[in-house]
């Protein structure tokens, strides 16, 4: 069992920055692959960034690829989101995930652990 508690959600004007994070416990961290989420009102889940167990591979959403930066410390056993040049369309709750597979992934299916998410609001 992997327990997710994410912090760092809040309110931010437009081209602003945040940072998530998302701390776990239980099993070996390095073990998994990891991944952010997002859900807005109204809207479906939808895949963010991952990260593989050693941090070698990333992944990033189209919509997100050169403002937001996906990264991990082991030895913390913490992922980390830094969101720069934030949008209001990036106003969501965010979500972190642990895969038991090695390898960074968008697909939420192959995720087994889900935190209980963080608001970030951004206006305009």
């Known amino acids: 069992q992997v327990h997710l508690v994410e912090s760092g959600g809040g309110l931010v004007q437009a081209g602003g920055s945040l940072r998530l994070s998302c701390a776990a416990s239980g099993r070996t961290f390095s073990n998994y692959g990891l991944g952010w989420f997002r859900q807005a009102p109204g809207k479906e889940r939808e895949f963010v960034a991952a990260i593989s167990w050693s941090g070698g591979n990333l992944r990033y959403a189209d919509s997100v690829k050169g403002r937001f930066t996906i990264s991990r410390d082991n030895a913390k056993n913490t992922m980390y989101l830094q969101m720069s040049s934030l949008k209001p369309e990036d106003t969501a709750v965010y979500s972190c995930?642990?895969?038991?597979?090695?390898?960074?992934?968008?697909?939420?299916?192959?995720?087994?652990?889900w935190g209980q998410g963080t608001q970030v609001t951004v206006s305009s």
């Open positions: 995930a642990a895969s038991s597979r090695y390898y960074s992934t968008s697909n939420s299916g192959l995720y087994d652990y």
